[in-house]
């Protein structure tokens, strides 16, 4: 049986910052990963035979990476800012946000919402957003504060807003425009399916979207999110940890042994400790007790296109709006339509989705063949819990995907159809990626991409998580993955956390 100070199960992005910091102390590392790569599921994957393009499949921008762990960690890695925030159609206009032009901005919501009083509310709203970044990002690598401290640490207004009562109510006081509050609460329901107007939930989904590394950014990888997993796995192997793809665990023991099964067979090895980078509901199987599924409620289409879709606004252009966050169909009302639907077991009539294409920004994940005759597209349709694909997975995908297709179409100048790339066998290239695809082909319980509902960021009374949020009852077994406290996204912040619970101990 082999002896390490540390067994990491799992080897997504955050099993290997927690080894890479453990193995930079000298600890001795083994990382363990069921598939034949590591980096989970932020990786790049050529998705489409005989198309040279390498798509971030699963997750595809970066907030929520602290820049202390790339400084730390020595990661090679470049993240690219998008001049444009967003774009949102409405009618034969739409409303565009400009990183870089105030102005246009300014105007544009006079355009779409008729006056002034919804601009000036979300430069207020966003400036208080900002402000609990700046302050409130610090405190995601250090060891768990109060509630009290946090609400000191952001003050009365946004501990109000964002964290006291359900920010659906905070949004329909503060704006008047039924676009721009659906615009403010998309960043509520990512992956997250809760009705904002009464769920807490859909407040914990927002702060995790909009505190990303103090700015609340997100950026584009260059390279795909391969490149910020592949500089991951980088690091930590640099500082001696050892890395073995193709080993699935199936038994983890209080007492710090791990069961994996390989080509060759099973095998046991021995941890000091062990991180979990795996999803709770998987933990709780592989430790032999009943595990509670969580429900994952997304969509996500991955497509490469021959050309941009025309737009009914002529004033702007399509590479302004693509390659920003596209909004299709999100305003409050159609939103909070959407949601009770899919509560009733209905695929959504007007499904609301976003794309966004990274080879806009970064078209080196395009082959030389293709720069400048084709774009990605990556589309994240909401509201599509994993209940509506359960009894029956592949006619509740070619459904979902036909609805989504018709509600992105209603907001374009011409059928998306019309604008996909063919494969060299005349395929369009379009893939569909549904909780119950995630479950089954990626190991995540009922496709839930945060490994279970987000949590607040600090501690909660009686939190068996302990200081850094990573304790499980087992002393030698730690959570490193998404499922800890300040999980979810990519962040590699649990990572950090589990290493630093064993280092600073």
Known sequence: MGKYDVVVAGGGHNGLVAAAYLARAGRRVLVLERLDHAGGLAIS?????????????YSYLVSLLPTAIVRDLGLDLELRRRRYASYTPKGDTGLLVDNEDAARTEESFRRVTGGEADHKAWRDFYAMAGRTARVLAPTLLQPLRTPAEIEQLVGPEAWRDLFERPIGQAVDERFGDDTVRGVVLTDALIGTFADPATDLAANRCFLYHVIGDGTGEWNVPVGGMGAVSGAIEAAARRAGAEIRTGAEIVGIAPSGEVTFRAEDGEHTVAGG????????????????????????????????????PRLRDASVDPRAAFSGTFHINESRDQLAAAHAQASRGEIPEVPPAEVYCHSLTDPSILGPELRGRAETMTLFGLHMPARLFRADPEGARAAALRATFASL?????????????????????????????????????????????????????????????????????????????????????????????????
């Not at 400790?273 to 592989?286: F, G, K, T």
């Not at 009943?290 to 497509?303: D, I, R």
Request: aromatic share 4%; glycine share 14%.
């Open 409 to 505: 179409d209603r907001v374009l100048a011409e059928p998306i159809e019309d604008c996909l790339l063919r494969g060299p066998d005349g395929t369009p290239c379009v893939e569909v990626r549904t909780p119950v695809d995630l479950e089954t082909e990626a190991g995540l319980p009922g496709g839930h991409i945060f490994h279970r509902d987000l949590t607040w960021p600090y501690a909660e009374g009686g939190d068996a998580g302990g200081k850094w949020g990573v304790r499980t009852e087992h002393e030698r077994i730690l959570l490193c993955g998404a499922g800890a406290r300040r999980g979810g996204g990519v962040s590699g912040i649990p990572g950090h956390n589990a290493a630093m619970a064993l280092l600073t101990a």
């Open 273 to 308: 400790h062990v991180l979990v980078n795996l999803p709770p509901a998987v933990l709780d199987r592989v430790l032999g007790r009943p595990a509670t599924v969580p429900e994952g409620a997304q969509l996500k289409v991955n497509m490469v296109l021959s050309r941009l």
């Open 45 to 57: 994957a050529r998705a489409f035979p005989g198309v040279d393009v390498r798509l971030s499949r």
